[in-house]
């Protein structure tokens, strides 16, 4: 079956940097584009970032580009989010995402709180 995991949130100050990864099991993972998501408390889930199934070609959310970096390793069947910079307003639970055959596959999420 699909599996996303998420590991790599935490806690971090104002101007930090964290990177998160998601490990995929259960489809061919060099075949699909990979997404992760945010969704902080209170608020809808919003995109951050995508990124093709080769990792040609990323696009971010307005409020993270320049910041954000998202990259795969196809050998590892793993998709990264570097996190540079990062604001308070970053605090939210991250998720990796992706979508077969019409359905959408989520990880349980990984909790980035920046607070100093």
């Known amino acids: 079956q699909v599996q996303l995991v998420e590991s790599g949130g935490g806690l971090v100050q104002p101007g930090g940097s964290l990177r998160l990864s998601c490990a995929a099991s259960g489809f061919t993972f060099s075949r699909f584009p990979m997404i992760w998501y945010r969704q902080a408390p209170g608020k809808d889930r919003d995109v951050v970032a995508t990124?093709?199934?080769?990792?040609?070609?990323?696009n971010y959310g307005d409020s993270v580009k320049g910041r954000f970096t998202i990259s795969r390793d196809n050998a590892k069947n793993t998709v990264y989010l570097q996190m540079h910079s990062l604001k308070v307003e970053d605090t939210a639970v991250y998720y990796c995402?992706?979508?077969?055959?019409?359905?959408?596959?989520w990880g349980q999420g990984a909790q980035v709180t920046v607070s100093s």
């Open positions: 995402n992706v979508r077969l055959n019409s359905r959408h596959y």
């Open positions: 990124i093709t199934s080769d990792g040609a070609s990323t």
